[in-house]
């Protein structure tokens, strides 16, 4: 089992940034593939960003262009993504997640954190 606290969450105006954090409980967090997703009110739940388990291959979304960017530290257990440019449709409940297949939008993410509220005002 793995447990995931994701922080760094909060209301931020347009055009800010902000670096979320996700720690994983388990010493074994090296072997996991790590990825973000994000729940706007009403919508469904989406891709954001994935990271593989040694760091050096990422995906990310379509509409991340470039403002996004996923980041790990093995030795802190720890995943981030950073937000540069925030609009106001960024706003949503970010979720860290961990798994062993993939770390695209198809991967399969066995553990979920409880997700860090983003609230980007206009």
């Known amino acids: 089992q793995v447990q995931l606290v994701e922080t760094g969450g909060g209301l931020v105006q347009a055009g800010g940034s902000l670096r979320l954090s996700c720690v994983a409980s388990?010493?074994?967090?090296?072997?996991?593939?790590m990825g973000w997703f994000r729940q706007a009110p009403g919508k469904e739940r989406e891709f954001v960003a994935g990271i593989n388990w040694s760091g050096d291959s990422t995906a990310y979304a379509d509409f991340v262009k470039g403002r996004f960017t996923i980041s790990r530290d093995n030795a802190k257990n720890t995943v981030y993504l950073s937000i540069n440019s925030l609009k106001p449709e960024d706003t949503a409940v970010y979720y860290c997640a961990a798994g062993s297949l993939g770390w695209g939008p198809s991967g399969t993410y066995a553990y979920w954190g409880q997700g860090t509220q983003v609230t980007v005002s206009s």
């Open positions: 388990r010493r074994t967090f090296t072997i996991y593939n």
